[in-house]
């Protein structure tokens, strides 16, 4: 943890690694836009330096987002969440008052927030297949049935993960519908996508140029009207092949955003300008 870094910054995304972040640019955007300055950075704060971290965040900051690998490991630190945060059992989003941690995520928020400017589609009653089993898919999936979501499936490489997932779900919403299955079960795959109005690619799968695709993309080919959502912000092998097979499909650049903006309201109770935030992560690309 780099200590002179931390003493520029009132907020900041904290992770390892973190070089990749593309939040500076988009959050300093909405905080110059309220003539806030450039208040927010990029830490790089390795897993034992995390209490260290919240230590002096709680004195000395008013904020900050979390990312891999602390999502889970920052929640012994917090001292109130928010009910979507406390469900999903990840934590992207902390705002500090009077040195207390007030812990939400928003990363289910800005995923609904994208669906639904893409596809039209409203979480209530809808029908989703999950690829994915890790913390984006917990926060995406817990969002949409708190939202009112119908149907659940999860299929993972790891069904053990997948199980567990949609145990706790089935315990906390008992009228969800849900099922799981391994990524690499390509007949059940197919008997999910083909009951499903969406399907999220959540796997960390495609991030790397020369990345296969996580299953085989013709499980898609079971149902015309599907849409893809896949939350990498780049053209994965899986979106293309959407492309080829004109399957309604979107990156995961409006989700980046969505769960910023919601960062930047729940740290500053402000109207975060999404044109703006918009137009800053495009700079980037
Ligand atoms: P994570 O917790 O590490 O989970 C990774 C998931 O990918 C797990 O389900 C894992 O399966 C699966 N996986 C990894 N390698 C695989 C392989 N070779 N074959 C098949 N499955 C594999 O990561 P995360 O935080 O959920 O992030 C997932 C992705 O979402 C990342 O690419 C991240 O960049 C993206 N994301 C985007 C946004 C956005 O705003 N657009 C926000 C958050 C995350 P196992 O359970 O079997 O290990």
Redesign the pocket.
């Known amino acids: 943890m780099n200590c002179e870094d931390l003493k520029k910054y009132q907020y900041a995304v904290i992770g390892d690694p973190i070089s990749h972040s593309k939040s500076p640019q988009m959050q300093n955007a909405a905080f110059e836009f309220h003539d806030l300055g450039r208040p927010y950075g990029k830490i790089q704060v390795k897993t034992d330096e995390l209490a260290d971290f919240v230590a002096y965040a709680r004195e000395n900051m008013r904020g900050f987002n979390v ?2 690998p602390h ?1 889970q490991s920052i929640i012994q630190f917090i001292d109130n969440f928010t009910e979507i945060g406390k469900l999903c059992n990840s934590i ?1 989003t902390v705002r500090i008052e009077n040195g207390n941690l007030y812990g939400t995520s928003t ?1 289910g928020e ?2 609904a927030k994208a669906v639904e400017g893409h596809f039209g589609m409203k979480a209530e009653n809808l029908k989703i297949t999950f ?9 995406g999936v817990w969002f949409f049935v708190y939202k009112g979501a119908k149907k659940i499936n999860i299929c ?3 069904l053990e ?2 199980q567990q997932m949609s145990d706790a779900l089935k315990k906390a919403f008992p009228a969800l519908e849900t099922e799981v299955c391994l ?1 690499s079960d390509f007949e059940k795959m197919q008997s999910f996508i083909a009951d499903s109005d969406l399907f999220i690619q ?6 790397k140029d020369d ?1 296969p695709p ?2 085989d993309p013709a499980v898609l080919d079971a149902n015309k009207n599907i849409c893809v959502y896949d ?3 780049k053209e994965t092998k899986i979106l293309k092949y959407c492309r080829e097979k004109n399957i309604r499909c979107a990156d ?2 409006n ?2 955003l ?2 910023g903006a919601a960062a930047f309201k729940f740290w500053t109770k402000l109207e975060a300008p999404e044109n703006i935030m918009k137009q800053a992560l495009e700079e980037l690309k």
């Not at 959540?202 to 991030?207: E, F, I, K, M, R």
């Open positions: 990312t891999v999502k992207n990363d800005g995923l690829a994915g089993a890790g913390g984006a898919a917990q926060s993972n490489r790891t993960k997948a990524m959540a796997t960390s799968v495609g991030l990345d996580p299953f939350l990498i912000y995961g650049s989700m980046l969505g769960q």
